[in-house]
């Protein structure tokens, strides 16, 4: 087995004592099945981690076969290594899929997930987000669509969210990429139209740096996108990018060092990848996982540490992995 230099350094680390915890915390798998499980979330809050997947028993649903069909699990620890389940939503005739954890405002979970009601008996197929909102007992409101002001929710997706300054923010995908705001998670007001691109662009992830917005996206092809906004981010600037991009997810390190977490192309692996995103172009700092059906990582930091979850399997069996790496080490390999 061939370890880049990122692994090379946890190993050491773990193995000399530097870090208050075994060496098999390096890469844990969190969540195993003889299922499909994939598009992870990860968020922490009163004492907890909580994860967010997709159990299936395939990635994509098979229209002659409603077993097929998604649903959402979160799982929830106290130390990132005993895990138990939190909570599950599931309904008849529905995929359920791509479940974000967030926290709001006033510090409540907030699970946003996509939900797609199959044809049954002549109806038509309804495609909506969802929200529900919990606290450290599970959840304790029903899924409840989001609204946008003025503008059709249903065929349209709003992937993933980010708090700040006490409102949502988002790209909702479609028949068009719109860049959406909130103040509780359910209400969304449009701020950006994005339909010059004149080609499909669908998952998206946004970051601020104080009143400055980065965003990276997916376009046709799996094509990296890179933008950037101001406030009120009613404008977006976008250019390509030198990588391929899916399922991305963006940190911000304490020396404002941005991390890109996605699958890498480079070659056609398909393999969970850390970069470094330095404007448009993003530099590999390690490949994560030599699983070829990887991706759809999830940030998270706290206490010196990055965790990040991810899925990684084969095509008919995936697994939960979660990883924590220390961000002293995380800002040596980065470019200064």
Not at 116 to 126: E, L, M, P
Not at 203 to 209: S, T
Not at 273 to 290: F, H, K, P, Q, V
Not at 318 to 329: F, G, L, M, Q, V
Request: with cysteine; hydrophobic share 40%.
């Amino acid at each position: 087995m061939k370890y880049g230099v990122l692994q090379l350094i946890l190993i050491f680390l773990f193995s000399a004592g530097a870090i208050n915890c075994s060496a098999g915390d390096y890469i844990t798998t969190i969540w195993s099945s003889k299922k499909y499980s994939a598009f992870t979330s990860l968020q922490y809050v009163n004492g907890f981690f909580y994860c967010a997947f997709r159990e299936a028993t395939k990635h994509r649903v098979d229209i002659n076969d409603l077993t097929t069909l998604g649903k959402i699990i979160v799982i929830r620890s106290s130390n990132m290594k005993d895990w138990s389940l939190y909570t599950s939503i599931k309904k008849d005739s529905c995929d359920m899929r791509d479940p974000n954890l967030s926290l709001t405002s006033d510090g409540r979970i907030m699970l946003l997930y996509f939900s797609r009601s199959y044809a049954v008996s002549g109806t038509k197929d309804k495609l909506c987000s969802y929200v529900v909102f919990g606290n450290d007992k599970g959840l304790v409101t029903s899924p409840e669509p989001i609204k946008i002001n003025g503008y059709n929710r249903e065929y349209r997706w709003l992937w993933k969210i980010r708090w700040h300054k006490n409102k949502a923010y988002g790209f909702m995908y479609g028949s068009d990429f719109l860049f959406l705001t909130s103040s509780d998670g359910i209400n969304y007001d449009i701020l950006y139209s994005g339909k010059q691109f004149g080609e499909r662009v669908t998952e998206a992830a946004v970051i601020f740096k104080k009143d400055t917005a980065i965003a990276v996206a997916r376009g046709l092809n799996n094509k990296g996108l890179y933008g950037i906004a101001y406030a009120p981010f009613i404008s977006w600037d976008w250019k390509k990018m030198n990588i391929g991009v899916a399922g991305p997810d963006l940190l911000q390190l304490p020396n404002e060092q941005i991390l890109l977490g996605t699958r890498n192309y480079q070659e056609q692996l398909g393999q969970t990848s850390l970069y470094e995103l330095l404007d448009n172009n993003a530099r590999l700092i390690e490949t994560i996982d030599e699983a070829r059906d990887s991706s759809y990582p999830s940030f998270l930091i706290m206490n010196n540490n990055v965790y990040m979850s991810y899925y990684a399997g084969n095509k008919n069996c995936t697994s939960i992995k979660a990883i924590r790496i220390p961000i002293i080490e995380l800002e040596k390999l980065c470019v200064k």
